[in-house]
């Protein structure tokens, strides 16, 4: 990933990383964060508060993010992410992350049964929100699923290989591994992410 070229850096964090200084993510240069929230219709991570609450105490700009389930209802799975997340907790628009779990890779769900889900679950978080959600997936998922009916969404792509420039992305998660001081949780990496545009870009477009 070129520094030069995308300066401005973000992670991603769940309750996989425990306890988080969120000073100390400060310190080395992290200026956005995307806080796991919610799962399908009912699970809630369990350090989503304390991260929006202590996050809160920083200038990093802070999101949070649901993760897609393809076996419940949209509507449900809104009103879990809404539950947990108040409209002035978060900083940047609201995230779906819509990727393969389980046994989805091997037994890809059917495209308009995926839609019939995803697009209540959108509409829901931006009706409440009031800013259309930022969609994460994968390149497979992407194409899949995102490119033709939901490419109007922001996106935020994940890819470790190489830098996604063949689309247009808000967000890129460059690695999986990142290791950065200040957290210690059972998972000893975090994952890293860019910003497309400059600081004077970021800091207009999420003030």
Request: charged residues 30%.
């Amino acid at each position: 990933m070129n520094r030069s070229k995308y300066s401005v850096l973000g992670v991603d964090v769940s309750n996989y990383q425990g306890l988080i200084d969120w000073d100390k993510l400060e310190e080395q240069n992290i200026s956005f964060a995307f806080i796991k929230a919610t799962e399908g219709s009912g699970h809630v991570d369990e350090s989503v508060r304390r991260n929006l609450e202590r996050a809160s105490e920083t200038g990093i700009k802070k999101s949070a993010y649901h993760f897609f389930s393809f076996d419940s209802a949209g509507e449900t799975q809104a009103a879990n992410y809404i539950s947990v997340v108040g409209a002035d907790e978060i900083d940047m628009p609201p995230v779906v992350d819509i990727e393969y779990y389980a046994d989805k890779k091997h037994n890809k769900p059917d495209r308009k049964d995926a839609e019939k889900i995803l697009r209540p679950l959108l509409e829901n978080l931006e009706e409440y929100y009031g800013v259309k959600p930022i969609i994460y997936t994968t390149f497979p998922v992407y194409l899949r699923y995102v490119r033709e009916n939901f490419s109007d969404y922001p996106l935020w792509i994940r890819n470790v290989n190489f830098e996604p420039d063949l689309i247009e992305w808000k967000f890129w998660q460059y690695c999986d591994k990142g290791e950065l001081d200040g957290y210690n949780g059972e998972e000893k990496y975090i994952a890293l992410n860019v910003y497309n545009g400059t600081m004077e870009q970021f800091l207009a477009e999420f003030p």
